[in-house]
């Protein structure tokens, strides 16, 4: 029960008076100043990436180092791209990632309607037994994971990146089913009696009504399968099958001098990351708050 | 209104019956419920309650991955308690995950106060405040490793023009993690985001009475936002170090433990040990008592919560039976 969702203000108010009146005219000066300089500290290392990314190589490690390049090299964007194939790696990431989101959205969204809405003897051992392993540490599960995939043969193939996916993950089933408990269940009792089976109720009321979780989901699936590091590096052997971390991380290996290059591709990796976030924000936003606080 | 729907859900349920005797629409229910649960029921037995178990048997064995797996009893943990690099990892793992999570909360308390401030432009500082978190991942990793250069670095570059010569950061013993523990800090945004709900739910009436009794902004702060957030800090304490002290990933691709060792964090050595030295049984038993350490540590934590955690739910709770 919110007893009210008003922005708090924590500054103080502007009073009559001159000297409360130049107390707020500081405290708004402090705001702002505080603003900017943090604003300052997150972006100055993303341009420091730009800027590195278009010197020539031999100003990356100039002494005294400087900001700005003196000739902007925007082929350094080219070069990088086709110094490995590249092209390969983000066509494989692209395989694994979109199977694995359309992968969690669906086994994802089943399990948290029976957790929201279906009554059943169990369900609270089995949504206890879910959160359970959520916080058990994910250390302990690779090995057993590994050996059990390589045992099956799929070792160097995308099945183990994607496989997992399509079998639930209790993080995004436990986001999901928040969001479905706020969802008035007069709704799909209205449709329960009109003599729609539960998929449909699924697909018809709470999936639409869920809109902003199910984006919340699968940006946060596409974010993590893209920067999956651990998986990719376990189980991905021969460097046709390498996602572009992977194709990053052997650049890097390699090619340790060529750092302007090594910039112009990372930041060729994270501008969709960008683009989407800056698109769809305040899905982000609502994903956070909702496995975080809302419990 | 979740409350309230809950109720409603309580009281529209049928009057308690003997359990054997289901009722034909009930009996479908569950076998729906169970339907509906089944990729996640399968996938908890392949990736995650069988995995566990697996992985608890197998830290009782002596098992080279190419030589296939011999009963060693508890031999596994008596090796582990003997290792120097066992203890150092730890020491390693305790001292980032206390920096980041000391850190990582206080810094991103203040940006979300600041965030929560009526100012122009709100969208804009919130959008550039949480963005390095979303974008966190090797790319960064690298971006860190040039703006952490001893030589070349952004960061040497900055203090060289103030006459300051800077440390050799990720290259010096003493720094490597210091360095890490600011790497994570830049990445902390969705803790933020998280204070940033939390503040938004405190009431407004509670500051209009702290005005009223003539309370200033620091007044309101400690006494009204610190213990309406304390839940939340909580949460975040927790959740923020039982993250930090598995996180190795980026460390892997920094610095890979250097330099001498340094950097070598508790799931990077058994990363190390599984994958590189093919050891098996033993990577599996230091898995589980790093899951010890992180039990122990969240029921600790949890105990001194009662002392400075306080919850609003008492009042509330007598505040919805007026309304009833």
């Known amino acids: 029960m919110r007893l009210s969702i008003e922005q708090p203000r924590i500054e103080v108010g502007p009073h009559p008076g001159q000297n409360a009146r130049m107390a707020y005219v500081l405290h708004k000066i402090m705001v702002y100043a505080l603003l900017i300089l943090g604003s300052v500290l997150f972006i100055l290392p993303f341009m420091w990436m730009l800027t590195t990314a278009l010197k020539p190589s031999n100003e990356v490690f100039a002494f005294p180092p400087q900001f700005f390049p003196t000739t902007f090299l925007w082929q350094n964007f080219v070069l990088g791209w086709t110094v490995l194939p590249f092209t390969q790696y983000l066509i494989n990431t692209l395989i694994i990632t979109t199977a694995a989101v359309i992968g969690n959205m669906i086994s994802c969204a089943l399990p948290a309607y029976a957790f929201a809405r279906l009554r059943a003897r169990g369900r609270g051992i089995f949504l206890i037994l879910m959160l359970a392993t959520m916080m058990i540490p994910s250390e302990i599960t690779l090995v057993p994971t590994f050996v059990l995939f390589s045992k099956a043969g799929l070792v160097n193939t995308f099945w183990p990146l994607i496989l997992p996916a399509w079998f639930g993950y209790p993080f995004f089933i436990f986001m999901l089913r928040q969001f479905f408990m706020t969802i008035p269940k007069e709704l799909d009792d209205a449709a329960r009696i009109e003599g729609a089976s539960h998929l449909r109720v699924l697909w018809s009321i709470i999936l639409p009504l869920s809109r902003p979780a199910l984006a919340a989901l699968a940006i946060f699936s596409f974010v993590g399968n893209r920067n999956n590091l651990l998986a990719p590096l376990i189980y991905l052997r021969s460097s046709d099958k390498f996602t572009i971390v992977l194709g990053l991380n052997l650049f890097h290996g390699q090619y340790v001098t060529y750092y302007n290059q090594l910039m112009a591709v990372s930041i060729l990796t994270l501008l969709p990351i960008i683009i989407i976030f800056f698109i769809a924000q305040k899905y982000f936003i609502r994903g956070v708050t909702l496995t975080g606080m809302n419990g | ?324």
């Open chain 2, 1 to 324: 209104m979740q409350l309230t729907t809950e109720k409603v859900a309580l009281l529209s349920k049928p009057a308690p019956r003997r359990r054997s005797k289901l009722g034909r629409l009930e009996r479908r229910e569950e076998r729906m419920f169970y339907l509906f649960i089944l990729p996640w029921l399968i996938g908890f037995i392949f990736f995650g309650g069988g995995p566990i178990i697996a992985s608890a048997v197998m830290s009782f064995t002596n098992w080279q991955l190419l030589a296939g797996p011999k009963w060693t009893g508890l031999g596994n943990y008596v090796q582990l308690f003997q290792d120097p690099l066992f203890y150092l990892t730890l020491k390693n793992t305790l001292y980032y995950g206390g920096g980041t999570v000391v850190i990582g909360v206080m810094t991103s308390f203040l940006q979300a106060l600041l965030l929560n401030q009526r100012v122009h432009g709100q969208a804009f500082f919130r959008t550039v405040f949480y963005l390095p978190s979303v974008i966190a991942g090797i790319a960064t990793a690298f971006l860190w490793l040039n703006i952490f250069h001893p030589d070349f670095g952004l960061i040497n570059t900055v203090l060289g023009v103030f006459g300051i010569q800077g440390p050799g950061w990720v290259t010096s013993e003493y720094w490597v993690i210091p360095s890490l523990i600011i790497m994570s800090t830049w990445s902390g945004g969705s803790t933020m985001i998280i204070y940033l709900a939390g503040l938004q739910n405190i009431p407004a009436h509670l500051y209009e009475a702290a005005s009223i009794d003539g309370a200033g902004w620091w007044s309101k702060f400690w006494n009204v936002t610190v213990p309406m957030m304390s839940p939340v800090i909580f949460f975040n304490v927790v959740t923020g170090f039982i993250g930090s002290l598995q996180a190795f990933t980026l460390i892997l691709i920094m610095t890979n433990g250097a330099p001498a060792n340094a950097s070598l964090v508790y799931g990077l050595y058994i990363y190390r040990q599984a994958f590189q030295y093919f050891n098996i049984g033993y990577a599996s038993a230091l898995a589980w008592v790093l899951f010890v350490i992180i039990m122990v540590i969240t029921l600790v934590q949890l105990y001194l919560a009662k002392h400075w955690v306080y919850y609003e739910g008492e009042i509330q709770r007598r505040e919805i039976r007026y309304e009833a």
